[in-house]
């Protein structure tokens, strides 16, 4: 049995929120309890953060973290190899594939996943990720467990298409979904949109919340139940990323870090990457509009810019790590977005400007919470090329290009 009228009305005051029930007596019983639940499990606190905007955004005392660059990789490329192999051999790395984004930059419905990049044959973005695990898969005789993270928004479309197709050659057993949580979207004051009379307007609360996902939907049992000890997370966007890669584990592992990151040197001191640092001391990520003209000048003791290594969200989290994290709460981002809503006449608009904040806990913020990371290089010409936009920068177009140069054909 779900929260009862009186119940959700007293949560919905709590925090401001008492227009989501404007239009309850119109409703009809099912509409009424789909609302009910909706309002159950939403977390309307994050709504109140957009009072004091400004100081969520605060940042610690920044120093340069150094990365392994590839100089000493190549140097001990076998040794590390060898020991990631074991590792995954062991069964002891998964790999989560974080698709519960909306992708609204490249502009279509679909889960950016199922996004067909061919030019004379069908090359889907989800093909080219399994491919690459695949490529691993094959060098250790072993397979993967890999995690699919999707939202309310984009999940059945995900599982049906990838059921469809046979996980691309990915063995069943080994693929496993889960959904992420969703958050309320606000108008600039802070009062939830409506998407129709019975629906709040919802999107998914950002990367960050994929293990607290893992969690709450049952994942990490089997990350228990398979003895996986490291869970390497990456973007569904990047075409060219390795997942597993043997040799960054085993420089991960090497180096007894909480957590590896790749890396790729900046093309450019303003690019809009996030560059990886310390922060007040411990690991952490300041986002290309956070870096001031002083960081990005300042220089280390070889004279090479001191903060020259950009994040690729591909990350090696050590899972006993992970599990001190969940205590903690992480830092709540707020992002001006377009949000289709219920206007008061009761039409559908989907505004073409934005109007208003979504509520995300992102990644880069779990880095900062661990004690030690590992910044790991790898060539950007062989392993970023992120899909972000249609045409431009990191988009088809651009990562067509990159795919074409490393071989792959489209
Ligand atoms: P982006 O930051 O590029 O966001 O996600 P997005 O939602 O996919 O795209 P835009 O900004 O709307 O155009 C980086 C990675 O994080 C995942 C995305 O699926 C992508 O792999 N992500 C993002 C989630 O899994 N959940 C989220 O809530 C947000």
Known sequence: MGITYKQAWEKLAEYGQEHVLRYYEDLNEEEKQALLAQIESIDFSVTASCAHKEELAKKGRISP??????????????????????????????????????????????PKGVYNIGLTKEVYIFER?????????????AWIHLFVMTSDKNHEATVTFLTERHFFGYRSEYVHFFRQDMAPAADYNGKVYMESKYKI???PNGNGGWYISMKSTGMSDIVREA????????????????????????????????VGAKVVRKNA????VGVICLEDGRPSIVEYYELTEELMSARDEKGDPAYNFGVILNYLFRVSALDGLLRKKLPLHIVEKKIPYMDEQG????????????FENLVLDMIHQLE????????????????????????VESARALLLQNGVEL
């Open 227 to 258: 003895g996986i000890e490291w869970l390497n997370i990456f973007a569904v966007d990047n075409v060219l990323q390795r997942i597993a890669d043997p040799v960054f584990v085993g420089a991960v592992l090497h180096e007894n870090c909480d």
């Open 129 to 141: 990720l399994i491919v690459n695990l695949l490529e691993v898969v094959r060098e250790t005789d």
């Open 65 to 110: 973290l150094k990365a392994m660059e590839l100089p000493e990789i190549t140097e001990n490329r076998e040794a590390y190899r060898k020991l990631g192999e074991e590792a995954i051999r062991a069964g002891k790395v998964g790999a989560v594939l974080l698709a519960g984004g909306m992708g609204t930059r490249l502009g279509s419905d679909a």
């Open 347 to 358: 039409n559908f608009v989907k505004p073409k400007e934005p109007n208003g904040y979504k």
């Open 201 to 203: 307007s919802t999107s």
């Open 372 to 395: 030690s990371c590992l910044p790991f290089e790898v060539v950007r010409e062989k392993e970023f090329a992120p899909i972000k936009n249609p045409t431009g920068i990191d988009s």
């Open 269 to 272: 001191p303003d690019e809009k």
